[in-house]
C-alpha cells in the first residue's frame, strides 16, 4: 500500500465535528503556546480544558487515548504531514487497547490534529476500516495494553467473587466507564448485578447496560435480551432487537433458542389475528341479530344501543391489533389475549342488553 501523506493546509472544521470545536480550539491555544509536546503531560492538559469548560467526557476520553500512546512525541516529530496509513493505525490501535468506540477516537484525534493545522488529513479516512486494507507500520505509534489488563483482571476478580481484588481495580474501572467505554460500563453493570464492590442496584444495572449496550458491547446487548425475554410479561419484539445487535445472539446457544421461539411467535399472531378477524365478524352478526330482535327483547331499544356499542368495541379492539402488528411492527408480543378481550366486551354488552 502506497505511504500518501497529506502537506499543511489550512483547517476546516467541518459540520460533523462542530460539537468538537471548543476542544480543538483549546487544544489550538495550548499547542500554539506550549508546542504539541504539551499534548505528553496528560494532568496539565486536563486542568487547561477544563479552565476553559470543554466537556468533562471529551476531557477523559481524550486523557485515555493521550496515556495509552506515544501520540504527542510521534505527531512533534512530524508537525508537517501525517499519513493516511498512520492515522487508520492509530484509530485502530486505539480502539483495541483503550476500548473506546471508533467514532469517538475519530473525532479526538480530528480535535488533536485541528490543533496542529491538519484536520483536512481526516477528511479522507473511513470511520470504518476492513482488517485486509490495514496496514500496521512500526513508525513510533505504540499503544500499551494497560486497558486490556484492566478488563482482564476485573473478569478473573468476578468469576471468583474476589470482593477485595475488584475494589482495588474500582478506581480503574471507574474511570474507563466515565470515559465511555462500553466494556467498561457493561463491567459496572455486572458489579451492581452481583453486589460485587457496591450494593445490589436493579436501577443502577440497566443505566450502565443500556449505555454499554448504545456503545455497542455485545455483552450488554445479550444480558438486556435476556432480561426482556425473561420477564413476567415477555417484550419479545425489544429483547429481539437486543439479541440482534453486534453479534450478540452468537455469544450462546441458549439465546440463539430464544431468537428460534421470538422469530416463531410472528406466523402465530399472523394466524391468532385472522382467527380474531372471523370472530370479529361473527360478534357482529350477532350484534345485529340483536338489534332486530331477533334475540333477547323483540323491539327493544337498548338491544340497538348495546349492539352498537358492543360492534363499534369489538372493531376497534381488532383494528388496534391490526395496527400493532401491521404498523407498528410489533410482531411477537402475545396476541391470545385480543380474542378475549372481543368476547369479554361482547359478553358485557349482551348482558346490559337482557338487563
Known amino acids: 500500500m502506497k505511504n500518501a501523506f497529506i502537506k499543511y493546509k489550512k483547517p476546516q472544521v467541518s459540520q460533523a465535528h462542530l460539537e468538537y470545536s471548543n476542544l480543538g480550539e483549546s487544544l489550538r491555544i495550548l499547542v500554539s503556546e506550549n508546542g504539541i509536546q504539551a499534548l505528553g503531560e496528560v494532568r ?16 477523559l476520553q481524550l486523557s485515555l487515548l493521550l496515556e495509552e500512546s506515544n501520540l504527542s512525541r510521534y505527531l512533534s516529530k512530524n508537525p508537517g504531514s501525517v499519513s493516511l496509513v498512520d492515522i487508520n493505525n492509530i484509530i485502530t490501535c486505539a480502539e483495541r487497547t483503550t476500548g473506546l468506540r471508533r467514532d469517538a477516537i475519530r473525532d479526538i484525534l480530528a480535535a488533536i490534529l485541528y490543533s496542529m493545522d491538519l484536520s483536512n488529513a481526516l477528511v479522507h479516512t473511513p470511520v470504518q476500516a476492513t482488517g ?7 513508525r513510533g505509534i505504540v499503544m500499551r495494553e494497560k486497558y486490556r489488563d484492566i ?11 474476589d470482593t477485595k481484588k475488584l475494589l482495588e481495580l474500582l478506581p480503574d474501572l471507574n474511570r474507563l ?3 465511555g467505554v462500553p466494556q467498561a460500563l457493561y463491567w459496572k453493570g455486572v458489579c451492581y448485578d452481583m453486589g460485587l464492590g457496591a450494593e ?12 454499554a449496550a448504545r456503545g455497542g458491547c455485545p455483552e450488554a446487548n445479550a444480558y438486556l435480551g435476556d432480561y426482556y425475554f425473561s420477564k413476567d410479561i415477555p417484550d419479545f419484539d425489544t429483547a429481539l432487537r437486543y ?3 453486534i453479534g450478540a445472539v452468537a455469544l450462546n446457544r441458549t439465546r440463539q433458542k ?12 399472523f394466524k391468532m389475528l385472522c382467527m380474531t378477524g372471523i370472530l370479529t365478524a361473527i360478534l357482529i352478526v350477532f350484534n345485529v341479530m340483536m338489534a332486530q330482535g331477533v334475540l333477547f327483547k323483540p323491539g327493544a331499544g337498548s338491544n340497538v344501543v348495546w349492539a352498537w356499542i358492543s360492534s363499534i368495541l369489538v372493531l376497534v379492539t381488532y383494528a388496534l391489533s391490526c395496527r400493532t402488528f401491521f404498523i407498528l411492527k410489533l410482531k411477537h408480543i402475545d396476541y391470545k389475549v385480543i380474542p ?6 361482547f359478553s358485557l354488552c349482551t348482558f346490559f342488553a337482557m338487563i
Not at 132 to 138: E, F, P, S
Not at 258 to 269: M, Q, S
Open 340 to 345: 378475549a378481550i372481543s368476547m369479554l366486551l
Open 132 to 138: 485486509g486494507q490495514i496496514a500496521y507500520q512500526d
Open 258 to 269: 430464544n431468537v428460534r421461539v421470538i422469530l416463531a411467535a410472528e406466523p402465530k399472531n
Open 151 to 161: 478488563e482482564s483482571q476485573i473478569i478473573q476478580a468476578v468469576n471468583a467473587k
Open 44 to 59: 496539565k492538559v486536563e486542568d487547561f480544558l477544563r479552565g476553559r469548560g470543554v466537556n468533562n467526557l471529551q476531557i
Open 177 to 179: 466507564a466515565e470515559a
Open 200 to 211: 445490589k442496584n436493579l436501577d443502577k444495572v440497566h443505566e450502565y447496560m443500556e449505555a
Open 243 to 245: 439479541y440482534t445487535e
